[in-house]
Structure formats: structure tokens, C-alpha cells
């Protein structure tokens, strides 16, 4: 088996050893396999997505970064059929954006967000 190497800040070490204790993980090997498998079916699914639909996006961001969160908000304006905006804790935002479009939007949209490295959590619900 191949091994990499990576880089993890305290924040998210600290929650990687609460998931391993909590879900009874072996290692943080055996976490981390998790959720790349996670991510990996998540945007398989993503992919298989064709045809007009509706979704909800759920996003997660310290508030310092509300301008990030409009200027992505401002490509899909033709998608975003409803946003919710709410501090819910301390300096955190939660974003939630009912879209409705084709596929190929919503996917963008949800991409935008993702590779951001200023947003904590992404979430794409379709329905």
C-alpha cells in the first residue's frame, strides 16, 4: 500500500482524534481512509447528476469572510433561487442556498466552494 504524507493544522488534528475516539477508529490511517472514501463517492455522485434539479447547498465560514462567500454568490445568481444567511456561533456563518438548474450549475457552484480554503463545511443535498 501506498503511503503519503500530509499536513494537518492543530484544529482539524484535534477533530480528526475526536472522530477516531468517538467512532472507534483504529488509527488515524484508518479516519482518514474513511473519509476520502466519503469524499470520493459524495463526488461521484456529484457527477452523475444530469438534467435540471433542484438542491440545497449548506456552507460553513468565519463571518471575516462573508465577501469570498458573495463573490461566488454572484456568478450563479441565475441559479440561486433562495439564500439564508445566519451567524450560528461565535465569528461562524452558515450559508444555505436553495438552487434551482441544470446539473452542470449546481456542480459548479458546489466546486467554487469547495476548493476555497476559507470555508470550514460544504454540503450539496439534492432533491
Do not use: W, Y
Not at 5 to 26: C, P, R, V, Y
Not at 80 to 107: P, W
Request: glycine letters at 6%; aromatic letters at 4%; one cysteine or more.
Amino acid at each position: 500500500m501506498p503511503i503519503i504524507s500530509i499536513s494537518l493544522n492543530d484544529e482539524i488534528l484535534a477533530e480528526l482524534d475526536k472522530l477516531q475516539s468517538s467512532m472507534g477508529f483504529s488509527g488515524r490511517s484508518e479516519a482518514i481512509r474513511a473519509g476520502i472514501r466519503s469524499f470520493v463517492s459524495d463526488e461521484k455522485q456529484k457527477n452523475q447528476l444530469t438534467g435540471n434539479l433542484n438542491a440545497i447547498l449548506l456552507v460553513v465560514h468565519n463571518d471575516e469572510f462573508d465577501a469570498v462567500v458573495t463573490g461566488i454568490k454572484q456568478n450563479f445568481e441565475d441559479l440561486i433561487t433562495t439564500h439564508l444567511h445566519s451567524k450560528i456561533e461565535g465569528e461562524k456563518c452558515m450559508e444555505l442556498f436553495l438552487l434551482k438548474g441544470n446539473a452542470e450549475q449546481v456542480s459548479s457552484i458546489t466546486r467554487d466552494f469547495q476548493i476555497n480554503k476559507k470555508m470550514d463545511t460544504i454540503k450539496l443535498v439534492t432533491l
